[in-house]
């Protein structure tokens, strides 16, 4: 019988066997949440082959700088978290801390860019529903598209949200010496996660933001 | 333990003959131990507890159908109540009851048993799975007590998203909800499956009841969330009028369609493929022999899961989709039925040179065997283009499904508890008792569900309250076959309470079966293993009287 | 009795549904009757006797490839026999004859509403003559309905924002089921009707009788082609598509079943459903050589006025709009 740590749940029989089932669980449930987005993806690549115009002239109204300036500062974000994943696996405890939280300044930034757009799209009636107004004929259409952008954006945001607090977490147990070069997994887990939330926005933008344009 | 409570403390010295010992029943008391606990087999008990009411309840609502058609016309309740109570049937067995039932119940309990693990990889995850099942399932017993749902289980849109005045918001959020119940368990099985087995235990080793729930917790890790998003469109579209799935408002009701049943369909793989793992462990043990082609079973419930995923429009053959993508699906359904012949013939070889005994559990296998066969076969009709025009949306489809679901699916479930009694809870039940049971069941089920086919066949569109009189006679048919198979349900739900209190002490391995869960006591320790086993055997091994010829 | 278990047939395609369906029983009842026979048989043949040691009573036999590749491959055999079967006869109810008559279904909770193209409208009922195939052109009001009669062994959806067809030919005098077969509401069940088919000279006479007067909504009587003159009048359809060269709408005579190319290069055929598009959501084909101007006329023309302008814009030969060019579809 293996003598584990005190870090070794009971169920397992070493740290090994512990490391191995959680990153292969974080990596089943990233495939989950590939199906998730993918459904909302299809759907929203099918209406935009269906109404290319009507896509075009509402995605328009995007601010694409804005989306564009997201997309860098979330790749940053990206970067911070792979530094603290790496200050982790050395068993940095400065570097872990310092990394996640960044990582959870620039995913506030990116948050507070969003809320920012949100606020401005509700400005321009353009938050679909009863009080959506849209100029053009294109108007039904038009306020599909911003029916998934806003459904999509907003399920991203959510999961960013989620991703936030769980670096939170993290950045404290790792500012109380929770993790180690013999244990530090839920830091590369908590990586796992957050980049996947990054990369379904590198998607998101593109499709979202640079339809029709040049 | 002089504070535990009197019934539990009897519970305990009728287990304990003589010496003490616990196990996972008795090792902790009290409402806190069972509801903050991380034992697989306590977290399997909760999920049998509400998934029998949940059954309960949507076995109520089939009862009122069944009443209201004794006769063509509507006098039992009015229209909008019979929808809604087909819809909430559907609701409540699809998604609260079969999706689960197995995989919950029997899955968590046995899958750490029958790998020599000690739990499986998130226990604190089992327990939310349940948590959140239990609140999808709140919040759709709050939709149903507030007046119900009529959209049929399958909520087409623009119906579901426009035209129903129901309760469908709320009906959705329960149905979300429950959807990442299912999830975390899949998750759990599949880190479980892979990483927990012990020493020796190659994939090839394994009890067939595993393949069959790493085949369902793929399924329910890939098209759970599916379900789920499309759900959440048809959800946000009620609430903020939008018109994801509404043409008046731009958006295309087919797609709904295709994401619902790109979900659903895989879906009923889910639940037939762990009652299939169920009847391979039954069949061996009451032929006392291994099971014939092994990894032919094992490969095929991959296929089936793999093939589940590509069929999904062989439901909307008449909804205006593309003649092409008609013949597509069309072929890949008349494929998928194959894997399934395959396990058919491998089970009944099994049987062949056996040493064949009939106890409550086998009667149920060979049940299934049968009606499974049916409801399989009569699968190939829908699959047939040209036959499916005709039989769509009748109650050819509603024979077809039930005789899967319900001579399927129910009928191995029905058998997993009474193989596992004995070890869950230490007790047997009374055997004739359980015998005449099967039997009921059996014999209920086929005059239940055979007429629906010829009713079909003959026209009678599913979901109607009232109908033409020429249909009267085989509805009536339908009606006291399922007096009979009520009766089969009501049944084992006495003996078996009743075993808690009065049934024989069950030893470890009343049945004298092979795998692992049998090498533990009934009930099991909390910690499953003292010592994790080392395997060195084939599944199955089951000692013959000559040298076995490999 | 028997005449209780099994539906009429009344049309061309019944006895094809029919053939197929045997067919499949008795390979479902071979194999059904085989699995149940040798679990019978084996289970009886090696139950466990008492008195006797539990072991196997032989030589373990636990696989056999050869068995496996059998049991996979007959099976698939026969499927494929049985896929191909099925999809011959959908391939028929797919392709209606160029001569097929057609009608008008519009569904809508919890009515059929059945418009000859001569004129007479119909409430729930369709009148049909023996031995001339008959094409349905059907859409809905509301949500997603279902026109099936089973004498015919035929169904399709009628979904609300597209068409569908289904075509058929009735061989049998008589009257027949008309069930509505996909669940839209309270009133699913009673939304059901009669297809009545008659002898030609019999359904000739039926159809010259003098319509009645329908006043539903803005429904004028006559044709649909009659009402849809009307409309393409009222709704100012002519101003645009005339036939002067500067016209701002392209011309439409003879346009249908005909490929039209768009503006960003882009081509389709002109069926109904495109015609029905251009009139709800015009600016999603922009055709080449025009400029997108046309209004929507979303909401101001209901799903019988779509089909009676349909129905006038089919008839156009040339003077009404655009030069001497073709004829109707």
Known sequence: MSSPGHNVAHQFDDAVQQRDASTLGMWVFLVTEVMMFGGLFATYVLYRSAYPEAFAAASHHLNAQLGAMNTLVLLGSSLTMALAVRSAQHGARFGTVAGLLSTIALGSVFLGVKAYEYAHKFEEKLVPGPYFVFDGPEGTHAELFFSLYFAMTGLHALHMVIGVGVLGTLAVMAARGRFSVAYHNPIEIGGLYWHFVDIVWIYLFPLLYLLGRH | ?550 | MLQSLFPENASTIAGQVDALFFFMIAVSAFFGILIAVLVVVLSLRYRRRAGTADDVAGEAVHGSTALEVAWTGIPFAIAMVMFYWGASVYMTMSRPPDDAHEIFVVGKQWMWKLQHLEGRREINELHVPIGQPVKLTMTSEDVIHSFYVPAFRLKSDVVPGRYSTLWFEPTKVGTYHLFCAEYCGTEHSLMIGRVIVMEPNDFQAWLSEDPQAVAHGAAAAGSPRERGAGLFAEKGCVTCHKSESSAMGPKLAGIVGRERTFADGSTAVADLAYLRESILNPREKIVAGYEAVMPTFQGQIDEEGLLALIEYIRSLRGEESGDVEGSDG
């Open chain 2, 1 to 550: 333990m002089d504070d535990a409570r009197p019934a539990q403390r009897k519970l305990v010295n009728a287990m304990e003959p003589g010496a003490s010992r616990t196990n996972y029943l008795n090792a902790d008391y009290g409402l806190k131990s069972w509801l903050l606990t991380r034992d697989h087999k306590r977290i399997a008990i909760l999920y049998l507890i509400s998934i029998t009411l949940m059954f309960l309840l949507g076995s109520f609502f089939a009862v009122l159908i069944r009443l209201e058609l004794l006769t063509p016309h509507g006098d039992l309740v009015q229209g909008d109540t019979y929808n809604k109570l087909f819809t909430m049937h559907g609701i409540v067995m699809v998604f609260f009851f079969l999706v689960p039932s197995i995989p919950a119940v029997f899955g968590n309990f046995l899958l750490p048993l029958m790998i020599g693990a000690r739990d499986l990889a998130f226990p604190r995850l089992n327990l939310l799975s349940w948590y959140v099942y239990v609140v999808g399932a709140a919040f759709t017993l709050w939709a149903v007590i507030t007046g119900g749902v009529d959209t049929g289980w399958t909520f087409y849109t623009p119906y579901s998203t426009t035209a129903s005045h129901t309760n469908v918001l709320t009906t959705a959020i329960g149905i979300f909800i429950t959807g990442f119940s299912s999830i975390l368990t899949g998750l759990n099985f599949i880190v479980t499956i892979h990483q927990m087995r012990a020493p020796g235990l190659t994939w090839f080793r394994l009890p067939l009841f595993v393949w069959a729930h790493y085949a369902t917790s793929l399924i329910m890790i890939l098209g759970t969330p599916v379900i789920a998003i499309t759900i959440f469109l048809v959800g946000i579209e009620r609430a903020f009028q939008l018109g994801i799935f509404d043409p008046a408002l731009g958006g295309d009701p087919i797609l709904f369609q295709h994401l619902f049943w790109f979900y659903s369909h895989p879906a009923v793989y889910i639940m037939i493929l762990p009652s299939m793992g169920v009847v391979s462990e039954i069949i061996t043990c009451f032929a006392r022999k291994r099971i014939f082609g092994y990894e032919f079973i094992a490969v095929s419930s991959l296929a089936i899961a793999l093939f589940g995923f590509l069929v999904w429009g062989h439901h909307m053959f008449t909804s205006t989709q593309s003649v092409y993508a008609a013949l597509i699906f069309s072929v890949l359904s008349f494929a998928v039925a194959i894997p399934s012949a395959v396990k058919v013939f491998n089970w009944t070889a099994t049987l062949y040179r056996g040493s064949i005994s009939f106890e409550a559990p086998m009667l149920f296998a060979l049940g299934f065997i049968g009606l499974f066969t049916i409801g399989g076969l009569t699968g190939l009709f829908l699959a047939a283009l040209g036959l499916d025009v005709h039989v769509h949306d009748t109650y050819f489809v509603v024979a077809h499904f039930h005789y899967i679901m319900v001579g399927g699916a129910l009928m191995g479930y029905l058998g997993a508890v009474h193989f596992w009694w004995p070890k869950m809870t230490g007790r047997m039940y009374s055997e004739w008792a359980a015998r005449v049971s099967a039997v009921l069941v059996f014999v209920g089920f086929n005059l239940t569900f055979f007429p629906q086919f010829v009713l079909g066949y003959l026209g009678m569109p599913r979901r109607y309250h009232v109908y033409p009189d020429e249909f009267q006679v085989l509805n009536v048919m339908s009606t006291t076959g399922a007096s009979i198979l009520g009766v089969g349900y009501l049944v084992p739900l006495c003996y078996l309470i009743w075993s808690l209190w009065r049934g024989p002490i069950a030893s470890a391995n009343p049945w004298r079966a092979a795998g692992l869960e049998w090498k533990v006591a009934s009930p099991p320790p909390t910690e499953n293993f003292a010592q994790t086993p080392i395997v060195t055997e084939e599944a199955y091994s089951y000692p013959v009287r000559e040298a076995e010829v490999v």
